[in-house]
C-alpha cells in the first residue's frame, strides 16, 4: 500500500508563487508516474502536470510556462512549482503516485489566489 499527502498550499495574491510538495510512503517500489491534478468548485477534476522521466513531462496549457513538475531521484517526493498565478488556478490540488495499473491520490491541498 502507498500512502500520499500534499502540503504547501494556501491564500497567495494573483501574481504570487507556492511550490507544493507531495510525499509518498509505504510499499513505494515501482512507481512509474507522479501527476498533479485540481479541482475547483463545480468543475471537474483536471490534469495540470504529469512526469514519468525528465524528457517525458506534460503540462496543461493552462499552465504551462508558469507551473513546472519534478520530482526526487527516488521517486517518493514529486513537487509543483506554481509561478505567477492567477484566479483561476483556485483549486484543491491533489497528487497521484501511479503504480503499473494502480492510482494512488492524496486528500489534496487548497490552494486560494485571491487578492
Known amino acids: 500500500q502507498v500512502q500520499v499527502v500534499e502540503s504547501g498550499g494556501g491564500l497567495v495574491q494573483p501574481g504570487g508563487s507556492l511550490r507544493l510538495s507531495c510525499a509518498a510512503s509505504g510499499t513505494i517500489s515501482n512507481i512509474y508516474r507522479m501527476a498533479w491534478y485540481r479541482q475547483a468548485p463545480g468543475k471537474e477534476r483536471e490534469l495540470v502536470a504529469r512526469i514519468v522521466s525528465e524528457d517525458n513531462i506534460y503540462y496543461a496549457d493552462s499552465v504551462k510556462g508558469r507551473f513546472i513538475i519534478s520530482r526526487d531521484n527516488k521517486k517518493t517526493m514529486a513537487y509543483l512549482q506554481m509561478n505567477n498565478l492567477v484566479v483561476e488556478d483556485t483549486a484543491v490540488y491533489y497528487c497521484?503516485?501511479?503504480?503499473?495499473?494502480?492510482?494512488?491520490w492524496g486528500p489534496g491541498t487548497q490552494v486560494t489566489v485571491s487578492s
Open positions: 497521484r503516485f501511479d503504480r503499473p495499473g494502480t492510482p494512488y
